[in-house]
């Protein structure tokens, strides 16, 4: 069973930044991709950024040049660094990772942690 723990939101202020972590019970070589959604209230959930297993990232064009995702394979654990944030990156980030088979693809998520930017 995949089990995706992620840690590090809160309250941080307008321009201000914040690291986001997502542990994985197993080792991260086993996901094509591991990564970052996200839903703020009342809207649909959001790709923010992913990286596959190869390491090469892929982010949303509104956190393109303030967010950095990394991996550490030796801790199983996927990173995003959060700069300059704005209240519209308010939102529930979840992890999330997939798996692809030759006819289906396997998504696994956590329970979200919440960030919240305001003054």
């Known amino acids: 069973q995949v089990q995706l723990v992620e840690s590090g939101g809160g309250l941080v202020q307008p321009g201000g930044s914040l690291s986001l972590s997502c542990a994985a019970s197993?080792?991260?070589?086993?996901?094509?991709?591991i990564g970052w959604y996200r839903q703020a209230p009342g809207k649909e959930r959001e790709l923010a950024a992913t990286?596959?297993?190869?390491?090469?990232?892929n982010y949303a064009d509104s956190v393109k040049g303030r967010f950095t995702i990394s991996r550490d394979n030796a801790k199983n654990t996927v990173y995003l660094q959060m700069n300059s944030l704005k209240p519209e990156d308010t939102a529930v980030y979840y992890c999330?990772?997939?798996?692809?088979?030759?006819?289906?693809?396997?998504?696994?998520w956590g329970k979200g942690t919440l960030v919240t930017v305001s003054s």
């Open positions: 990286i596959t297993s190869g390491g090469t990232a």
């Open positions: 197993g080792s991260i070589f086993s996901f094509n991709a």
């Open positions: 999330n990772a997939i798996r692809l088979y030759p006819s289906r693809v396997m998504n696994f």
